[in-house]
């Protein structure tokens, strides 16, 4: 196994984290298209922040090669596609940068050489789509001169307990002997231990059900927050009760985003729908888990109209961006709709989130605060958006010193303790 050579394609959430542990035992070469993102590699910074300065430059100074350019790669042996698996605007999945990752690969690979994808995609896209792409572009054959593997990737970002060697892996393979190979060279870096599913195909559906089962039981819960709110009872009251029972699954209502549980649930409604079958109970779940940006803005501007607040020109704060807590992780956060709705009332919407970095370009347009602006007394309402750690420390007197006029603070994540309402 120590002859092997890695080609990490994409260095974002997943494949920083995996081409860092791989290189602990391994040549390396960390592929990513971004320029910028390989030279700020090569520095020793990661903006993802999933390696310290320490771990980047470690990796480098074991076997690992930042690179920008597939050519650069053509020792490798083993590929292993890490990149994103995006929606388009009609929640259908969007291919390209995985398509374009595999024409790239195939253009260097060599006879014996091993493909494995990460990446969450619906079952067989791995041999129905990219199979043939790699014959066509290399002039290899399947299962004869090259070889494929699936292993989904499971990174949670921002956790830094569970990280990429401490979380069982699923492995696969195109033919047994492969999918043995595929499960040594994981087992060699992940603690956890693998799990080696029968079929590629397998591999691939499990991973698709494990977004689509957490999103439709977070459904299940904003529901049942609609309801209760309704009734005008605390839904986090009714769930500590449910809670004591063994088997409830103790889940909290609140936004759903990232790019695996708010994304991954249409890769699969693609695949059925393709072959007749309407699954409405995921679709179902989909609906709910996008419509709660919409709940809030209604109770925010309902909040800010009972108080004779006017809202055109109303200031309003966000706390939090990212689609999580204590991670910069903006991809598909929802609070970027709750703030694009508020705009349209000709609300001023201000943000203070002290996880991200404000020169993104997808958050150029919004007005950030560089720190909380305690005893101003010059907002309309707060939208306590994110649970980040330091905002679980925001006391109610300092709240309402940044409040002017009636206290309207809108909490989504349950951590304020006198909030005007909560999910």
Not at 140 to 149: E, M
Not at 161 to 169: D, G, Q, R, S
Not at 193 to 205: N, Y
Not at 323 to 349: A, G, M, Q, W, Y
């Amino acid at each position: 196994m120590q002859d092997k050579k890695i080609c990490i394609v994409g260095l974002g959430y997943v494949g920083l984290p995996l081409a860092h542990a791989f290189s602990k035992k391994y040549k390396v070469y960390g592929l990513d298209i971004n320029k910028d993102r390989i030279d700020e590699l090569k520095s020793g910074f990661d903006r993802t922040l999933e390696l310290t300065a320490e771990q980047v430059k470690e990796s480098i100074q074991h076997n690992m090669e930042f690179i920008s350019n597939i050519a650069d790669a053509k020792k490798s042996n083993i590929y292993i596609v890490t990149v994103p698996t995006p929606i388009n605007s009609e929640n259908e999945p969007d291919l390209t940068p995985i398509i374009k990752s595999t024409t790239s690969i195939a253009k260097v690979l060599k006879k014996g050489d091993v493909v494995i994808y990460e990446s969450t995609v619906y079952p067989g896209v791995t041999e129905e789509v990219c199979v043939p792409i790699l014959q066509n572009g290399s002039g290899l054959v399947f299962n004869k001169t090259f070889f494929c593997g699936y292993s989904p990737e499971r990174i949670n970002p921002g956790d830094k307990e569970h990280t990429v060697t401490k979380i069982l892996k699923i492995t696969s393979g195109s033919t047994p002997a492969i999918a043995k190979e595929v499960d040594e060279l994981y087992k060699s870096i992940i603690t956890a231990g693998t799990h080696l599913a029968p079929t590629i195909k397998v591999a691939e559906a499990a991973k698709v059900i494990e977004n689509t089962q957490r999103d439709v039981n977070i459904a299940l819960i904003n529901e049942l927050a609609i309801i209760f709110d309704l009734m005008g009872i605390d839904t986090k009251d009714v769930i500590e009760a449910a809670a004591t029972k063994w088997n409830f699954i103790k889940l909290f209502p609140g936004l759903v985003g990232g790019h695996c549980i708010g994304v991954d649930p249409y890769y699969l409604t693609h695949k059925a729908q393709s072959l007749g079958y309407m699954p409405n109970l995921i679709l179902g779940a989909r609906q709910i888990n996008n419509s709660m940006s919409k709940l809030i803005v209604d109770k925010t501007i309902k909040a800010m109209i009972k108080a004779d607040k006017k809202l055109k020109k109303a200031k309003i704060l966000i706390l939090g961006i990212t689609f999580k807590e204590d991670c910069p992780d903006i991809r598909n956060s929802k609070v970027l709709d709750i703030i694009t709705e508020l705009e349209e009332f000709e609300c001023h919407v201000e943000v203070y989130d002290y996880w991200i970095d404000q020169s993104e370009l997808s958050l150029k347009k919004l007005n950030f605060v560089n720190k909380l602006p305690l005893e101003s007394k010059k907002y309309d309402a707060i939208v306590v958006a994110v649970g980040h750690e330091k905002f679980k420390k925001i006391t109610m007197l300092e709240y309402e010193s940044m409040l002017n006029g009636s206290s309207i603070i809108i909490d989504i994540k349950g951590i304020v303790e006198h909030p005007t309402w909560r999910l």
